[in-house]
């Protein structure tokens, strides 16, 4: 996924219009998006293997 996803990291706490702009509720939140729409939402932490399949996921389902 290296070439294919942006990974960005932002402290909601300093950026409240981001937090607000995505509504977010908890901490952390990985959000997916593409073409500036979120695809998907997880509320949450994820390991490896489940970010793997989140993103495996949403790779078959743009395909």
């Given at each position: 996924?290296?070439?294919e996803i942006?990974?960005?990291k932002v402290n909601v706490d300093e950026n409240n219009?981001?937090?607000t702009k995505y509504n977010i509720t908890g901490i952390p939140t990985t959000l997916f998006i593409k073409n500036g729409d979120v695809i998907n939402k997880v509320i949450g932490a994820l390991?490896?293997?489940q970010m793997k399949q989140v993103l495996?996921?949403?790779k078959k389902a743009s395909n």
């Open positions: 996924f290296k070439k942006i990974f960005v219009a981001i937090s390991n490896y293997e495996e996921e949403l």
